[in-house]
Structure formats: structure tokens, C-alpha cells
């Protein structure tokens, strides 16, 4: 944990430290420390109580988002098919957007001291803290400031009728995406599929950060060659 002459102290809040770490910053998040605590990120109390986020927040807040959503495409006409049809493409679209996201934005690559500590609060907690389960899904707070601009951009792409549908589709995936994250750190599955999906993504986290995009699916992963190979997925062999 030195670089360049700093090194983090894990006992004092972290934000502001980590931008030091320089050009250190990227090998440091990569060195997981697996614990379930919260580390203590700011120093002011209402500021680190607004970091901390129960993973049942996401559906409880905007799953009612996405039911007003349908009812205002069916109520301007649409069958209830149309609007299934349109939420599907909404979910497809979504998948899109969490690999880009995650893989773009969320795995650039910084070393500034500002560049660092952005990227720290957006992802590189989440790769050096993997089980903090108070800090696993996005606040719900900064996804309605970032609503905003994706309803006006939906509303640019689909008539008036159909974009409430399409906007729901969205939020809807992002739902799924942000309770399957946690649910693949935290849950303890049965089934073929969950199993696998777990294996898949804390392969990313511990073995091959730079491969496995996907949290909801591989699909992406496939498409643009992201995916690991078979030696590398934990719990399959060679």
C-alpha cells in the first residue's frame, strides 16, 4: 500500500487519501480486502451517512417509477403487448449501457490526485472493498439526477406514446443489474444459472479485472471478445 512515499491508512477515511497513491492507484484497488465492514470514507458524519446505501433502496424507490411509467404508454393507446415488446427493448438496451459503463467509464484507467479519488468514489472502492454491502449499488439520489438527461434523450429517440415504455425498459434493467451485483456478492445460490453468474463475476474481481464486463450476463462479453478464458473463470477447469 506505499507509493511514491504515501501510504493509505485504512483507519482514517479514504477519499481524500487515495488520490496520493498516483500512478499506484490502479495496482492498490486491485489488492481486494475482503471484509464486510464499511470503511470510513469521509470525515463528516452526514456526508459518510449519504455514501451507505441498503441494496433494497434500488427496488423499493424506482420499481414504482417503472409501473407509472407503463400505465402513462398504455393509457396513450398502447396494448399491453406493444408495451411488453417496448420494455424488452428498453432491458436489451440496458444490458448495452451496463457493460459500457462498467468497462469505459468505471475501469478507466487514472493517476492524477483528483482523477484518483473520482474514480475511487465511482468504482475503485467497490474493486478494494468487494463486500461492502452498504456500498454496492449506486445512490439513489445521484441515478434521479442522472434520470433527467436519459428521459430527454429517450423522448429525442421514440414518439411521445412509446418513450414512457422505453424509459421504464431502462430503469427496469438497471434494477435487475444493481439487486443481481449485490445478490452475486452477497447471496449464496442453488441453481445452475445464479451459480454461474456468481463465478463469472467474482472471477472479475479476484483473478482478471480487465475480462467479464457482464453482471446480469456474458452476452456483451461475447460480442466484443471481454470474455475469459475458460482456465481463468473460477470454479471451471481448463
Known sequence: ??????????????????????????????????????????????????????????????LPV??????RSIYMGHTV?????????????????????????FHIETKSYWGNTFHYLLHGCHHKHPMDG?????PPAATAILLYPFWNFIKLLSTPSTAPALFAGGLLGYVMYDVTHYYVHHGQPTTEYPKNLKKYHLNHHFRIQDKGYGITSSFWDKVFGTLPPPSKVAGKST
Open 1 to 62: 500500500m506505499v507509493a511514491q512515499g504515501f501510504t493509505v491508512d485504512l483507519n482514517k477515511p479514504l477519499v481524500f487519501q487515495v488520490g496520493h497513491l498516483g500512478e499506484e492507484y490502479q495496482e492498490w484497488i486491485h489488492q481486494p480486502i475482503v471484509c464486510k465492514e464499511s470503511p470510513r470514507f469521509f470525515e463528516n458524519d452526514i456526508v459518510e451517512f449519504l455514501t451507505k446505501n441498503k441494496w433494497w433502496y434500488i427496488p423499493l424507490i424506482w
Open 66 to 71: 417503472v409501473g407509472w411509467s407503463l400505465s
Open 81 to 105: 403487448l406493444d408495451v411488453v415488446l417496448v420494455v424488452l427493448l428498453g432491458i436489451f438496451t440496458w444490458t448495452l449501457m451496463e457493460y459500457s459503463l462498467h468497462r469505459f467509464l
Open 134 to 138: 452498504l456500498r454496492l449499488v449506486f
